[in-house]
Every structure is written in structure tokens, then in C-alpha cells.
């Protein structure tokens, strides 16, 4: 059995753990991550040292928000850590003495879901990560599509809008202006500004303002049955759907599955947006349905896809 230490660098946290070969996390410890992006290296040294133990360690995954390099050595470009052609491998390898690949992170999550938690057992899968914006993984023939730049699997910023809605990464009509958690609270923002009478529930959960809504009073609402809450979910659903089905037509993968913040609601997301992915779908009818699963290893997801990674 030869263990891996996976890390997940988080833009406030550094997470690391032992992981075994059937994705089991046998130790974990935290540590901050440092204001200053030069020290971030000593950081994960240390999270990775500390984890060590007394482990026979076979090598280090290391996932990382970001564009990574197709040789999985340098962090191209960080938008929140600040790095820029960081030889992030180098620098760990040096400080560890073991073996250390570098991954996005959000291809580690989604290696972990479909690997051993969603959707394990299935070799075609799609994960969105439905959070402030939308990540995703590409698995496709049992392995990790990370495209000719490794850059590949990214479908929060794919036009579904012409002219749409401006989107940070300074284009318009990106599909996590429409399907994403931030989307879900402006759908339910919007809802409770014009029907202010209907929405008092769901304002009752925060100040009582309508810029008060957050997320998870839109999901407490929506388990209780609030109209509007459910029908911002069903919004943001019916966005998921209809972006599902396009990755369809031009992936055909055999699973789906839902994972990041949004996610925990369960049901709540995961019934519409499978029914608007069927409704939606090229062929409806006429072909097989991929399955749409949600996630199942939480905040976890993304040590283990990095852990198992650095075993390829
Ligand atoms: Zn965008």
C-alpha cells in the first residue's frame, strides 16, 4: 500500500493529509496561509512535514487554484495568491524531499469525486463546482482532461449569453452569471425586491433587507418551502440544466455531478437541474441520460484527488 500526502492550498487555509490508496485520509493537520505569497512555500513545507509523521510517503500532490502548466511543475498565473510562473514544484521538492506534482485544484476535486466519491465506478464525468463562481473537472476515458496547456476544464466562463450579464473575467454572458451561487442570491434578490409581501419569510432570515439575503438563507427558506426561495433555485437549476446538456451534445459523459456550496443543498438543486439537463438534452428520447449526482466528499475532495494524483 503506498500512501500519498494530498494538499489543498486554499486562499486561507492549507490543508494536507495522508491518503491511501483507496482515497481514505489517514492524518490531516491545517495551517494558515500566509498574507505574504513568498512564504506560502514554507507553509505547505511545513503542513506537509507535520502530516509526515512517521509515514512512508510515496510522493505529494499539491492542488492550487490557478493555471497550471500541462508538465504539472509551475503555477502559470494565481489570481488570488499572487503568483506568476511559480516553480511551485521546485521550491516544494527542495523543502520536502519527495516527489511533488502540482494541480488546479479544481481538476483534483473533481478527480476525487470521480474517482472514489459521486461517481465512482464511472469513467466519462463532468463536475461542476457550484460555488461563488462555477470550477469543473473534465474525466473523460478514466483520466484527468487537463487540455494542451493544462488549462482545460473550465466551464464557468463559456458564453451562454451574448452581450449577457458582465462577468469578472472581463467578458459577458458567462455561464456562472446565470447558474452559480452568486446567481442563485441576485435570483432571489431580485424576486424579493418585487414581491416584498411574498419574500418576508426569507427576509425575516437575515437584517431584513433585500441586499441581506445570502445563500444560506435562500436553502433554510427553500427546505421550508418558501416560494421565491425555490424558485431562484429553480432559476439557477434551469441554467445548470440547459449547460449540461450542451456539455452533452459534445462530451456524452456518464455522469454529472454537482459539487461546491451550492451543492449541500442537496435535492433542492441537484432535482430541477437534472430534470432541465433531460428536458434540454439534443436526442431527449432517443439516447441514454447521463446520470446527475451530487457530491459526496465535501471539502475533503480536492486533498484526495490531489493525494491520487501524484500516484499517476
Ligand atoms: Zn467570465
Redesign the pocket.
Known amino acids: 500500500m503506498t500512501l500519498t500526502i494530498g494538499v489543498d492550498i486554499g486562499g486561507t487555509k492549507i490543508l494536507a493529509g495522508v491518503v491511501d490508496e483507496k482515497g481514505k485520509i489517514l492524518d490531516s493537520v491545517k495551517v494558515s496561509t500566509p498574507e505574504d505569497s513568498d512564504q506560502t512555500a514554507d507553509a505547505i513545507a511545513e503542513a506537509v512535514r507535520k502530516v509526515r509523521g512517521d509515514h512512508e510517503i510515496g510522493a505529494v500532490g499539491l492542488g492550487a487554484a490557478g493555471f497550471i502548466d500541462a508538465d504539472r511543475a509551475t503555477v502559470l498565473f494565481a489570481p488570488n495568491v499572487s503568483w506568476v510562473n511559480e516553480p511551485l514544484k521546485t521550491r516544494i521538492e527542495e523543502r520536502v524531499g519527495l516527489p511533488v506534482v502540482v494541480e488546479n485544484d479544481a481538476n483534483a476535486a473533481a478527480w476525487g469525486e470521480a474517482k472514489f466519491g459521486a461517481a465512482a465506478g464511472h469513467d466519462d464525468v463532468i463536475v461542476l463546482t457550484v460555488g461563488t463562481g462555477i470550477g469543473g473537472g473534465l474525466i473523460l476515458g478514466g483520466a484527468l482532461y487537463r487540455g494542451r496547456f493544462g488549462i482545460g476544464g473550465e466551464p464557468?466562463?463559456y458564453r451562454v449569453v451574448p452581450d449577457g450579464r458582465p462577468?469578472?473575467?472581463?467578458?459577458r454572458g458567462?455561464f456562472?452569471?446565470y447558474a452559480s451561487g452568486s446567481a442563485l442570491v441576485r435570483a432571489a434578490r431580485e424576486r424579493a425586491a418585487a414581491a416584498p409581501g411574498k419574500a418576508k419569510d426569507l427576509l425575516a432570515l437575515g437584517d431584513g433587507s433585500v441586499e441581506g439575503i445570502q445563500g444560506s438563507h435562500i436553502t433554510e427558506a427553500a427546505r421550508a418551502g418558501d416560494t421565491i426561495a425555490l424558485a431562484a433555485f429553480h432559476e439557477i437549476a434551469d441554467w445548470l440544466g440547459q449547460g449540461m446538456s450542451d456539455m452533452a451534445a459534445l462530451l456524452d459523459p456518464s455522469a454529472f455531478v454537482l459539487a461546491g456550496g451550492v451543492s449541500e443543498a442537496g435535492d433542492l438543486l441537484r432535482a430541477p437541474a437534472a430534470e432541465a439537463y433531460r428536458r434540454k438534452l439534443a436526442g431527449a428520447g432517443h439516447r441514454p441520460y447521463a446520470q446527475v449526482l451530487t457530491a459526496t466528499l465535501g471539502p475533503d475532495a480536492g486533498l484526495i484527488g490531489a493525494a491520487d494524483l501524484a500516484r499517476l
Open positions: 464557468g466562463h462577468c469578472g473575467c472581463g467578458n458567462c456562472e452569471q
